[in-house]
Every structure is written in C-alpha cells, then in structure tokens.
C-alpha cells in the first residue's frame, strides 16, 4: 500500500469516528466567530478612533477589535484568558472565581436532579399501572412545560422566601421542575417498551404484576431512562442558573451572569457561559458513564 492510500485509509477511519467531525466542526465555528469579531465591535471603534481624531487602518481596526476591554463580542481567546484567570489563577473561595459561583450552581443542580427525577420515575409507574392516570395526568404533565420557566421562577423564589425556606429549595424546586419532565416521558416510554409477547408470556408463567415489573418492564426501561436522565441534567442545570439570576445575593453563574450585565463586561458574561456549557457537558458525561457501567452490569454489549 503506498503512503498516499495509507493516509486517505487513515483519514477516512477518522472521519467514521467521533474525533475528527468534531474537531473540524469547532475549527469552522471558531473561524466564523473570530470573522464576526471585527463586523460586531467595528462601528463602536470608528467611533472611539474618531472622537480622539486618530487615523486608522483596516489592520488597526482589527487589532482593536481583538483587544477591546468591554466588546459587543469578544474573541475566544479573551475568554479563554478570562476562565484562566477566574478558574485557575483565582482562589477558590474568591467570589470572583468561578470555581466558587460553579459549586454552588452544581449543589442547586444536582439536588433538583435528583429530586426531579426520582419524582419523574415514580409518575411514570403510576401511569404506566393506572389508566386512569394515563388519560388524567399526562396532559397536565405535558401542559406544566409550556409554563415560561423565566416567568415561573420568581414566583417560585418568592413564595419559598415567604415562609423563609433555605434558597437552594427555590433553587432546587425550578431544577426539580425542568427535570422531571424528560424523565417521566422517557420512563413512560421505556416501561412500555417490552413487546405485548413477552407481556403475555410473563401472564402464562402467573407472575404477578410487581414480578412483571421487576423482571421485564424495568429491565427495559434502563436505556430509555439513562436517556432522558441526560436530558435532565442539562435541563436541571439551565433550572439553577435561571433561579439564581432571580436570586443573585447566593452566587452562582446566573449570578455572574446578572453582573456582567449589570457592568455592561460581556467577556465575564461569555466566560460563565463557557464554564457553564462545560459544568453541562461533564454532568452529560457522567451520566453516559453511568449508562455504559449499568449496560454491562446487564449484560449489554458496549
């Protein structure tokens, strides 16, 4: 084989896999945005350029735009070098640091997860068992999520405050309530997954409800319910932050968030936003952990 096959053999496994999709997808997206840098922050510089009566090239233009202190959109590498100060240079428990505002977004996360989808679970059971439940609640379920989730949450901080309950409930509750959902109609879904076959094979064998339960529905349901489960971490994470823009005294990225705004630093604004994406994308990726340690448990061939 000559070196030149070897490499389209080598390009084309790459290109089957993960890797390399991915890689020229951000590269595309990281040249798109570095080119609508300079259209973005360009007509606030010719204005700075001309009230201090300073000539300028293209090229001074495009230095500027890179470099301005408060951007219409900065460059990625300003907010690189913005995580790498608030991230790492920080101390931890600086309010300025990222770190600090993140682990309280992930306590408000994870605890509305983890209620919102043992919540989820337990509605699917029952209306997977109750018909009447099925025909009754499921509407109400589906119609809770048309609800504007900005509109709900200050309703919801207010009436907990009310009754001076700690903020990370309020917190929690909203995560609670974007979370449940994806789970009770991924769990609905997947307990009504087994084939009406092997439903009427488990009546030949007597076996009880419950052991058709155990046995059959939540064997397949597990695929169904990791899925939503990823869905629900993400959605429970956008919960907390949008709680926390209601209630910014605690901290937390929808508190930097607010800040920035406030101050008009939109680089602050877009380095909590990238923090926050990749809080997401391990939250995804443990649960898909998780998926693929239960898989095999199974039996599953991963």
Not at 70 to 81: C, D, G, R, T, W
């Amino acid at each position: 084989m000559t070196d030149g096959a070897a490499r389209t053999n080598l390009l084309q496994r790459l290109w089957a896999g993960q890797t390399l999709p991915v890689i020229v997808v951000v590269a595309i997206v990281l040249a798109f945005w570095y080119a609508m840098v300079i259209p973005m922050n360009a007509s606030r510089l010719r204005t700075t350029f001309e009230n201090n009566n300073q000539t300028y090239t293209f090229s001074d233009l495009v230095a500027a735009a890179f470099d301005m202190e408060k951007p219409n959109l900065p460059a990625p590498h300003q907010i690189v070098a913005e995580m790498q100060k608030t991230i790492v240079d920080m101390p931890a428990t600086s309010k300025r640091s990222l770190v600090y505002h993140g682990m309280i977004t992930l306590e408000s996360t994870l605890t509305g997860f983890i209620i919102g989808s043992l919540f989820g679970v337990l509605l699917a059971i029952l209306i997977v068992h109750m018909k009447s439940l099925d025909r009754s609640l499921m509407p109400w379920i589906v119609m809770s999520q048309t609800i504007p989730i900005l509109a709900l949450a200050p309703m919801i901080v207010v009436i907990f405050n009310q009754f001076d309950v700690p903020s990370i409930a309020a917190k929690a509750a909203i995560s609670a309530y974007l979370s449940f959902f994806p789970v009770t109609v991924g769990m609905v879904k997947g307990l009504r997954s087994p084939d009406p076959l092997q439903l009427d094979l488990m009546r030949t064998y007597s076996a009880s409800r419950w052991q058709t339960f155990f046995k059959l529905r939540l064997p397949a349901s597990v695929p169904f319910l990791f899925t939503s489960l990823k869905v629900a971490v993400a959605a429970s994470l956008v919960g907390a932050i949008v709680a926390e823009m209601t209630k910014s005294e605690d901290g937390g990225f929808g508190a930097r968030l607010l800040a920035g705004s406030y101050y008009g630093q939109t680089i602050q604004i877009w380095a909590a936003l990238m923090t926050a994406a990749l809080c997401a994308c391990v939250l995804v990726a443990l649960v898909g952990l998780a998926d693929s340690l239960v898989a095999r448990r199974m039996g599953a061939a991963r």
